[in-house]
């Protein structure tokens, strides 16, 4: 089993990730883990944090010669700013400036000073904030590295930005090509423009703005995941994983909502038999009963805007409880393209994970020969 942790905070000196239940035998490159993280951090309406940070990754253990070794992996990122907060956010003293006193509508300070309680709520916002993604996106690269051997890719886009939605065919040939290069991973490059002025326009008035990711994953053998129990459901931990990154409020797997208004026969996928199973149609977004059927699997998120405003909203001061305009952290007007992959390294671990408990083993030759012998029953059906 596969399970991960990450520390860090967002003036912090860097955040960690350790990963432990990788097996022995994997290629692991930390270049693919530095390509993940240069994507996250690309996007229209990014704010000026990205001009400080280039993350990259430094693999502390569990890697020897570009191979994974068994044991626990662990990955730091170096926060450049570090250098600019380290008299606020040191670990043996703090001059305690920058103190947070007003919450902002919308992010965790209020709710996580009553918590822990907390008096200064960058206490809460350090951890809170969505720098914490990065780490996640070097987890979901390196276990992204346990499935493509075998067939399995990730990739994702957006299909809107606040009003302005994608009208790419996301099977055209060069839809993903066109999404790679797109500042906002459109594949219609006249809906891009379009988004990026609609970005740029509510920037302009101190707004933010959210929108919804898509993530497809292909070459998903069939029956990862269970009907048998609740907390092995592939789409349950999909969803889970979803929303669990910093600003998603909700989630779907094929036609999700769009299934509760039309009828049976209409939503349910058709099987056909050539040599092997196959569906008709893909409504089910690649998983039936809490597991995948070996359709590509289609998982959407959509982000709420970020609660950082530059025209503040009202809030109350945690002090006195007079009323104040929110404090205003650095952040960005949209975020959108980087959830995307954040949201697409987060479901690469659940399909690591997944495929990790079907095929397990100590070693990559333990688990290629049970995948193939797995493969060979299956075909044979």
């Known amino acids: ?198 970005i740029d326009d509510i920037k302009a008035k101190g707004e933010s703005c959210g929108g919804i990711v898509e993530v497809i994953i292909k070459g998903v053998p069939a029956g990862l995941g269970s009907y048998v129990h609740y907390d092995r459901k592939l789409d349950a931990r999909l969803a889970f994983s979803a929303m669990s990154v910093q600003a998603i409020k909700g989630v779907e797997i094929g036609l999700g909502f769009d299934t509760a208004r039309t009828h049976g026969s209409a939503v349910h996928d058709e099987i056909v038999y050539e040599d092997g199973f196959s569906r008709v149609t893909n409504n089910a977004g690649g998983i039936e009963g809490g597991m995948s059927n070996g359709e590509p699997i289609v998982l959407r998120a959509a982000m709420k805007p970020i609660p950082t405003l530059y025209n503040p909203l009202r809030t109350v001061s945690i002090k006195d409880k007079s009323e104040h305009k929110a404090s205003v952290e650095r952040s960005d007007a949209c975020a959108v393209p980087a959830c995307a ?23 990559m030759a333990d688990i290629r020969a049970s995948y193939e012998a797995y493969k060979e029953r299956i075909k044979n059906y």
């Not at 992959?341 to 083993?361: D, M, P, R, T």
């Open 341 to 363: 992959i954040v949201v697409e390294s987060v479901a690469a671990f659940e399909i690591a994970n997944a495929f990790l408990e079907k095929f397990g083993g100590d070693c």
């Open 1 to 198: 089993m596969l399970r991960y942790f990450t520390a860090g905070e967002t003036h912090g000196k860097c955040l960690t990730a350790i990963i432990e239940g990788v097996p022995a035998g994997f290629k692991i490159s930390v270049d693919k883990i530095n390509h993940y993280l240069a994507e996250r951090q690309k996007g229209h309406g990014r704010g000026g944090r990205m001009l400080i940070e280039k993350d990259t990754a430094e693999i502390l253990s569990g890697v020897r010669g570009g191979i994974s070794l068994g044991s626990p992996i662990a990955i730091r990122i170096e926060n450049r700013d570090w250098k600019n907060w380290s008299e606020i956010m040191g670990t043996e003293e703090s001059n305690g400036e920058k103190a947070v006193e007003f919450p902002r509508p919308g992010h965790a300070d209020l709710s996580g000073g009553m918590k822990y309680d907390h008096h200064d709520l960058r206490n809460v916002l350090e951890r809170a904030s969505a720098r914490e993604t990065a780490a996640r996106v070097a987890v979901g690269a390196l276990a992204r590295q346990i499935v493509e051997p075998f067939g399995v890719n990730f990739d994702s886009h957006v299909v809107s930005i606040g009003t302005v939605s994608d009208t790419a065919d996301v099977n055209a040939p060069d839809f993903f090509e066109n999404v790679h290069n797109s500042p906002v991973r459109f594949g219609d490059e006249e809906a891009a423009k379009k988004a990026m002025e609609y």
